[in-house]
């Protein structure tokens, strides 16, 4: 469920996306004025970024059989 802050953060966000036509011009600088203060407020970068587990690693096959063509020794002359 998210937080009332954040519902009132996306709507403002929406508002900008759909409206900043410049039709709007006295409306879009107050909610611009308020997105940067909602977003100063409660988007924070302090999350330490989660490490995932262990690094992938390929799987290891069998070794390829040998090809009888490579065996044979070349003949120079």
């Known amino acids: 469920m998210k937080s009332k802050e954040w519902l009132i953060?996306?709507?403002?966000?929406?508002w900008l996306h759909n409206y900043d036509?410049?039709?709007e011009s006295?409306?879009?600088?107050?909610y611009d004025t308020?997105?940067?203060e909602?977003?100063?407020?409660?988007?924070?970068d302090d999350n330490p970024v989660q490490k995932r587990g262990r690094?992938?690693?390929?799987q290891r096959t069998?070794?390829?059989?040998?090809?009888?063509?490579s065996k044979?020794?070349?003949?120079t002359t």
């Open 34 to 36: 308020l997105h940067k």
């Open 21 to 23: 036509d410049g039709l």
């Open 55 to 58: 690094p992938a690693k390929r």
């Open 72 to 75: 044979e020794e070349i003949k």
């Open 9 to 14: 953060l996306n709507a403002v966000k929406a």
């Open 26 to 30: 006295e409306l879009t600088e107050q």
């Open 62 to 69: 069998k070794k390829a059989s040998s090809n009888e063509a």
């Open 38 to 44: 909602l977003y100063s407020v409660y988007i924070t």
